[in-house]
């Protein structure tokens, strides 16, 4: 399985990216896709993540400012961040592995993802 992010950049307070995440080579049944952030001398932290049937989870400092989505027929993750602030500085990496559907749950651990980009920056600046 190979991931691959791109569209990280510098903004201003305030402003918004988009970020995509292409993933090739899977070929099981469901999928479960997550953005990690991992700032400057701090550990890496889930931001989003969702399923393959579009169950999706947020990490609190993210929510209502960005929205995690899919395009199942491109096998591409999006994460729209709006409302951008200066804490939100950090490498983003998109992971994704396969995973058993249980509704009402989407994994956000580190350990529940194999397969990992190689990250994006997204610099926010005052």
């Known amino acids: 399985v190979h991931v691959a992010e791109s569209g990280g950049g510098a903004v201003q307070v305030g402003g918004s990216l988009r970020l995509s995440c292409a993933i090739s080579g899977y070929t099981g049944s469901s999928l479960c896709m997550a953005w990690f952030r991992q700032a400057p001398g701090k550990e890496r932290e889930g931001v989003a993540a969702m399923t393959t049937d579009d169950l999706t989870s947020y990490a609190d400092t993210v929510k209502g400012r960005f929205t995690i989505s899919q395009d199942n027929a491109k096998n591409t993750l999006f994460l729209q961040m709006n409302s951008l602030k200066p804490e939100d500085t950090a490498l983003y990496y998109c992971?994704?592995?396969?995973?058993?559907?249980?509704?009402?749950?989407?994994?956000?651990?580190?350990?529940?993802?194999?397969?990992w980009g190689q990250g994006t920056q997204v610099t926010v600046s005052s």
């Open positions: 992971a994704a592995d396969g995973c058993q559907l249980v509704a009402g749950w989407v994994p956000f651990g580190e350990a529940d993802y194999n397969y």
